[in-house]
C-alpha cells in the first residue's frame, strides 16, 4: 500500500510492526516477519532515508517509528514539491516550443511558409476551415476540449456534413463533460446519426484538426483559440499530431457509454479527478482541465470520499490508492 511513497514490501512491514511493538529490535523485527537480520537493517536504513524513523532521545542506540499522519504526510509534500517542479518544467518546454513554433512560423523564408502559416481572426479562420474541408477526400481527425462555442458547433456541422456526403471519414474526440452541455451533445449525437464517429475522454490535449493527414490547425493560444490558429504542414510535425490522436483515440470511449464505472467502480472522469488532485491541483484548475465546473468538481470529490469511507481529501488518496484506483 505504501509503495507510492517509496517504500519497499519489507520496509514498510518493519515500518508497521514499529508502530505497534515501538521497544523491539533487529531480532525481535526478523523473527517476527520471518526475514533475515540483514534484511530488517536494510529496511531500518530505508525508513531512515524517507525520514520515517528517528533517533531515540530517551534511549540511546535506539530508535523510534515517526507517526504516519506526520511522516507520511511529509513524503506527501516532498513528492508534491518534486511534481511541483516538473510540472513547471514541462510548463516552461511548453511555453518555449509554443515560442519557437510562432518564431518559425514568422519567418518569410519560403520553406517556413509553406510548412506553418498563422491565421487571425474568428472570420478567417473559420474561412480557412471551410477551405481545407472542401479539398479534403480522405479522413478528418479532431480534439474538441471544453464546451463549444455556438457559433464554432455551427460551422462544424456545416463543413462535416459536406465532408461526410463525400464519404470522408470523421473521428472526433471530444471531452466527456461535453455530456453536461446540450448544445455540445447534441452536435456529438448530429455527427454520429450522420455516419462520424464520436469518443469521449476526461481530458484531451488542445483543440486539433488534422485534414488528410497531410495539413493540421492548431491554436496559437491553447487556452483561448480565438488568438489565432497555427496551420502546419511539415511531415514531421503533422505525423506527430496523428500519432498523438490516435493515443487519445485508443484510450477514448464512445461518448455514450463513457461514465459507465469499469470493474473498480470508477468512471474514468473519477479516476482523472483523483489524479488531478493528487497532483495539487485546486477544484478550480482540475475542474478546468476536465471541462467542468468547480462545484462539480467538489460534488465529485465528496461522493468518492462518501464511498470509500475516507475523513480527509488526503485519507481518500490513500484509500484510492489501495483500491487500485490510481
Same mark, same amino acid.
Given at each position: 500500500m505504501?509503495e507510492?511513497f517509496?517504500?519497499?514490501t519489507?520496509a514498510?512491514d518493519?515500518?508497521?510492526?514499529m508502530l505497534?511493538?515501538?521497544?523491539?529490535?533487529?531480532?525481535?523485527?526478523?523473527?517476527?516477519?520471518?526475514i533475515?537480520q540483514?534484511?530488517?537493517r536494510?529496511a531500518?536504513?530505508e525508513?531512515f532515508e524517507?525520514?520515517?524513523?528517528?533517533r531515540s532521545?530517551?534511549q540511546?542506540?535506539?530508535?523510534r517509528?515517526?507517526?504516519?499522519?506526520?511522516?507520511?504526510?511529509?513524503?506527501?509534500?516532498k513528492q508534491? !514539491? #518534486? /511534481?511541483?517542479? $516538473?510540472?513547471?518544467? +514541462?510548463?516552461?518546454g511548453?511555453?518555449?516550443? *509554443?515560442?519557437?513554433v510562432?518564431?518559425y512560423?514568422d519567418?518569410?523564408?519560403p520553406r517556413?511558409?509553406?510548412?506553418a502559416?498563422q491565421?487571425?481572426g474568428m472570420?478567417?479562420?473559420?474561412q480557412?476551415?471551410e477551405e481545407?474541408?472542401?479539398?479534403?477526400?480522405?479522413e478528418?481527425?479532431s480534439?474538441m476540449?471544453g464546451v463549444?462555442?455556438p457559433?464554432?458547433?455551427?460551422?462544424?456541422?456545416?463543413?462535416? !456534413? #459536406? /465532408?461526410?456526403? $463525400?464519404?470522408?471519414? +470523421?473521428?472526433?474526440?471530444?471531452?466527456?463533460a *461535453?455530456r453536461?452541455d446540450?448544445?455540445?451533445l447534441a452536435?456529438a449525437?448530429?455527427?454520429t446519426?450522420?455516419?462520424?464517429?464520436?469518443r469521449a475522454?476526461?481530458?484531451l490535449p488542445?483543440?486539433m484538426?488534422v485534414?488528410d493527414?497531410?495539413?493540421?490547425?492548431v491554436?496559437?493560444?491553447?487556452?483561448n483559440?480565438?488568438?489565432?490558429v497555427?496551420?502546419l504542414?511539415?511531415?514531421?510535425v503533422?505525423a506527430?499530431?496523428?500519432?498523438l490522436f490516435?493515443?487519445v483515440?485508443?484510450?477514448a470511449?464512445?461518448?455514450?457509454?463513457?461514465k459507465?464505472?469499469?470493474?473498480?467502480?470508477?468512471t474514468?472522469q473519477e479516476?482523472?479527478l483523483?489524479?488531478?488532485?493528487?497532483?495539487g491541483?485546486?477544484d478550480d484548475?482540475?475542474?478546468?482541465r476536465l471541462g467542468v465546473s468547480e462545484r462539480?468538481c467538489?460534488?465529485?470529490?465528496?461522493d468518492?470520499?462518501?464511498?470509500?469511507?475516507a475523513?480527509s481529501?488526503?485519507e481518500?488518496g490513500?484509500?484510492a490508492?489501495?483500491?487500485?484506483?490510481?
Open positions: 505504501l507510492f517509496g517504500l519497499g519489507s514498510e518493519v515500518y508497521r510492526l505497534t511493538k515501538p521497544s523491539w529490535g533487529v531480532a525481535e523485527l526478523a523473527e517476527e516477519l520471518a533475515g540483514d534484511q530488517v536494510c531500518l536504513d525508513l524517507l525520514s520515517l524513523l528517528r532521545v530517551e540511546e542506540g535506539h530508535v517509528a515517526v507517526s504516519p499522519s506526520v511522516g507520511l504526510q511529509s513524503l506527501l509534500a508534491q !514539491a #518534486e /511534481l511541483d517542479q $516538473r510540472t513547471q518544467r +514541462i510548463a516552461a511548453q511555453a518555449a516550443m *509554443a515560442a519557437m510562432a518564431e512560423a519567418r518569410q523564408s517556413s511558409s509553406t510548412e502559416e491565421v487571425l472570420d478567417a479562420i473559420l480557412r476551415i481545407l474541408s472542401d479539398s479534403a477526400r480522405v478528418l481527425l480534439i476540449p463549444q462555442a457559433q464554432a458547433v455551427e460551422a462544424a456541422q456545416r463543413n462535416n !456534413a #459536406e /465532408l461526410l456526403a $463525400r464519404n470522408v471519414t +470523421i473521428r472526433t474526440a471530444m471531452q466527456e *461535453a453536461n446540450k448544445g455540445t452536435y449525437q448530429s455527427l446519426d450522420a455516419g462520424a464517429e464520436v475522454a476526461p481530458l488542445p483543440r484538426l485534414f493527414r497531410s495539413i493540421a490547425i491554436p496559437v493560444d491553447p487556452v483559440t480565438t488568438h489565432g497555427l496551420q504542414t511539415g511531415r514531421g503533422v506527430s499530431l496523428v500519432a490516435e493515443q483515440w485508443a484510450s470511449v464512445p461518448l455514450g457509454a463513457s459507465a464505472p469499469d470493474r473498480q467502480g470508477v474514468p479516476r482523472e483523483l489524479k488531478l488532485l493528487g497532483q491541483h485546486t484548475s482540475a475542474g478546468k462539480t467538489r460534488r465529485m470529490m465528496a468518492l470520499m462518501e464511498r470509500l469511507g475523513r481529501r488526503f481518500t490513500l484509500l490508492a489501495r483500491e487500485g484506483w490510481l
